[in-house]
């Protein structure tokens, strides 16, 4: 299995930008599909972004595509996630999560997932 722990959260003002870091370690990080999820208080939690093995592919939720990026270093077996121009509503606790042993590329559920690190917390003022 993965461990995962990630790290980069805070606060930061509307418009502002953060980066995500998920660093990973146990087994190959590469043969993960990854992907970054957040839950707000009192809301289920969803989808942010997700990202095929190689890279090669990404998926966004429609409420950060053009804003936010997924990015993985396979060789520094962590992943990363870039927030640019930062709403209030963003503000959720980040976690990331690997998918093992996936025949599908590209999972986007939570609930496709089996690893997950503890979540850092992002909080956006306005």
């Known amino acids: 299995q993965v461990q995962l722990v990630e790290s980069g959260g805070g606060l930061v003002q509307a418009g502002g930008s953060l980066r995500l870091s998920c660093a990973a370690s146990g087994r190959t990080f590469s043969s993960y599909p990854m992907g970054w999820f957040r839950q707000a208080a009192g809301q289920e939690r969803e989808t942010v972004a997700a990202i095929t093995r190689s890279g090669g592919m990404t998926y966004y939720a429609d409420s950060v595509k053009g804003r936010f990026t997924i990015s993985r270093d396979n060789a520094k077996n962590t992943l990363y996630l870039q927030m640019n121009s930062l709403k209030p509503e963003d503000t959720a606790v980040y976690y990331c999560?690997?998918?093992?042993?996936?025949?599908?590329?590209?999972?986007?559920?939570?609930?496709?997932?089996?690893?997950w690190g503890q979540g850092t917390q992002v909080t956006v003022s306005s």
């Open positions: 999560a690997a998918k093992e042993g996936s025949t599908v590329a590209l999972p986007r559920l939570p609930r496709s997932y089996d690893y």
